[in-house]
């Protein structure tokens, strides 16, 4: 014969058993909360949780940034975030661990992902494109390195393969064994050349003084001179040179040492 009381013992007793064992799997389940990085190890950071609880205090945990090896992400200690977690073990793929993961779900605080978490604080350039930056800048460079463009406060450097544009406080700076400009240059300054300077095509000096101050100067070319022309301070169309032995006008023979040098 059924016993009621024991009926109805049971009833009262099952929704508190499952919601004890529904609790106990959630505790096993992967832990999503706030956290901040207390320490940085390249892409591997360890994190310290963000959360208010009473009854016990959650460890610090080591795990990997969700970022990809082509866009690293400058974390610094004090960043916040969240952490999410996987299904299995992410040892294998992180580094931290080796082997391929075991079908077997982790800790709640294994298969950890730190995620960055946007901040109200943050200052926006231009909201309508990607804005890169970190305490020392930025670098975009190709996987191997060949090819690499620095911004940082010293200034911008752009190198490839050796060849680089320097744009500093001391100016603008090509390292190159061949520079070409295609187009129109105008330089609003002092130009100082170290070296030969080859002219294809016209070349015009309009200032007032165009001074040749190497030792020797070869043209081989005609010469179309409009204007005075002063050689040694004297004018060359005006100047008269004192006859010395012979010279020859035509067919006119001057000789003697007399004649004054204009």
């Known amino acids: 014969m059924s016993n009621p009381a024991q009926k109805q013992q049971l009833s009262k007793n099952l ?14 389940a992967g ?11 390249g892409a591997i950071v360890t994190v310290a949780f963000e959360v208010d609880s009473d009854v016990f205090t959650l460890p610090q945990v080591t795990c990997p940034v969700a970022e990809s090896e082509y866009a690293i992400l400058p974390i610094q200690v004090g960043d916040k975030g969240y952490v999410t977690s996987a299904s299995a073990r992410l040892g294998g793929v992180s580094g931290l661990g080796s082997g391929l993961a075991p079908l077997v779900a982790p800790s709640n605080l294994g298969g950890l992902v730190f995620v960055p978490v946007g901040n109200t604080a943050w200052t926006q350039v231009d909201a309508n494109a990607i804005q890169l930056q970190g305490p020392n800048g930025a670098i975009i460079q190709t996987m191997d390195g060949a090819a690499r463009v620095t911004i940082n406060s010293a200034g911008i450097e752009a190198n490839w393969n050796g060849k680089t544009v320097i744009i500093n406080a001391s100016g603008i700076t090509l390292t190159a064994s061949q520079n070409t400009v295609q187009g129109d240059l105008t330089v609003n300054g002092d130009t100082t050349m170290n070296g030969a300077l080859g002219v294809l095509g016209n070349f015009s000096a309009a200032g007032s003084t165009f001074t040749v101050a190497a030792p020797t100067m070869t043209i081989t070319a005609a010469v179309a001179i409009t204007g005075s022309l002063t050689i040694n301070g004297k004018d060359f169309t005006t100047h008269e040179h004192a006859a010395q032995g012979s010279l020859r006008a035509g067919s006119t023979v001057i000789t003697g040492n007399t004649g004054t040098l204009i």
């Open 31 to 41: 832990q999503g909360l706030p956290c901040s990085v207390v320490m940085v190890a």
């Open 15 to 28: 929704p508190s058993v499952i919601g004890g064992a529904v609790a106990d799997g959630n505790q096993l």
